[in-house]
């Protein structure tokens, strides 16, 4: 798996620009219970030190990572470009395809400079494999304590999941080991976690999904539950190009939501929701199920769920959950 990983990757020609952010927009986020307007930068760095040994197998982040590293003055210049265009939204999330803490990626100097640069935000939103979460780090980001919330992609907690169908590269311990630090230290954890790796069935999935939540939810603020979209140049691509994966079904999202929504923490803001590389259902029911799951993400409200009319198509994924199992094989994956 990981060698297909790799293959799969030399094919990816990655634009030199170091000077430019990948991407920035504008989307509203449920912060205390309201919805909020947040700002979203994509940094451009060199990305994640997993990809340059494997990656993860639904990760495409790597495609708009650079290929030489990125300066502090190159940074620089893309935080600023990013400052002119923000207009006092009280999110900011800073995404940089890997680790914000990963000093490779982005200096400890530059870290502290982003955070100041938009300390006008009441919430800054950064994201991070555990292994960069340490008490001595933590204490030099003291001054941002309670304006940071680091995210992490736990994605399951399972381990043989984490390494079989992800290939997380990290355990659930270390995800534990971090989240309880962060607790300790009173810093605010937001967890993805994924909906249908490969390998997979539908039910067990899903199954898998709600185990993860509440597991992550003793630690979290927050859960983003992320049905698996197919980007460009992964092990998922290449196995849906085969015939061997099919994106969640939106009736499995709105499953997880409701068996976790006691919780009053878990959000799902599916990407290429309705298309065939996001999660979704027939064509016809996917418009309205995709804006309930919204509309329940920031009112944390289960009738909104348990309000959405039935489709033929539930019939089909009833189906499928209750079969799936009985035929499960993926046997001749190569
Ligand atoms: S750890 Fe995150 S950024 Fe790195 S390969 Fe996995 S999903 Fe992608
Ligand atoms: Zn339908």
């Not at 495609?63 to 600023?80: F, H």
């Not at 270390?174 to 962060?182: G, I, P, Q, S």
Request: aromatic share 12%; charged share 30%.
């Amino acid at each position: 798996m990981i060698d297909k990983i790799i293959n799969l990757r030399n094919n990816v020609k990655r634009e030199n620009r170091p000077d430019q952010y990948v991407s920035l927009w504008f989307e509203d986020e449920p912060y205390k219970n309201k919805r909020e307007k947040s700002m979203v930068l994509v940094l451009r760095t060199r990305g994640c030190f997993w990809f340059y040994h494997s990656g993860c197998t639904m990760c495409g982040y790597y495609n708009d990572t650079n290929p030489t590293n990125v300066t502090d003055e190159d940074l620089l210049k893309q935080v600023e470009r990013a400052k002119e265009k923000y207009s006092g939204e009280k999110i900011v999330k800073i995404y940089n395809s890997g680790s914000f803490f990963d000093r490779n990626e982005i200096s400890q100097e530059m870290q502290l400079k982003i955070l100041n640069t938009f300390s006008d935000a009441e919430r800054i939103i950064v994201e991070t494999r555990p292994e960069f979460i340490n008490e001595r780090m933590l204490e030099n980001f003291y001054e941002f304590k309670n304006k940071i919330m680091i995210a992490i992609g736990l994605e399951s907690s399972n381990d043989e999941i984490l390494e079989n169908s992800i290939n997380k590269g990290f355990k659930v311990d270390n995800y534990k080991r971090a989240a309880e630090l962060l607790l300790e230290k009173n810093f605010a954890l937001k967890t993805y976690v994924l909906l249908k790796p490969p390998f997979l069935s539908e039910k067990k999935s899903i199954d898998d999904a709600i185990s993860s939540i509440e597991f992550a939810s003793q630690y979290s603020e927050i859960i983003s539950l992320n049905p698996v979209n197919i980007q460009n140049n992964t092990l998922v691509e290449y196995l849906w190009r085969k015939g061997y994966y099919r994106s969640p079904w939106l009736w499995s999202v709105v499953e997880v939501l409701k068996r976790t929504a006691y919780l009053k923490k878990v959000v799902s803001f599916p990407t290429g929701p309705g298309k065939e590389r996001g999660a979704h259902n027939c064509g016809k029911c996917d418009d309205e199920i995709i804006h309930a799951i919204e509309e329940f993400s920031f009112k944390q409200d289960i009738d909104i769920l348990n309000n959405i009319k039935e489709c033929d198509c539930k019939k089909n994924w009833k189906y499928i959950i209750e079969m799936e199992d009985l035929t499960f094989s993926t046997i001749g994956v190569q």
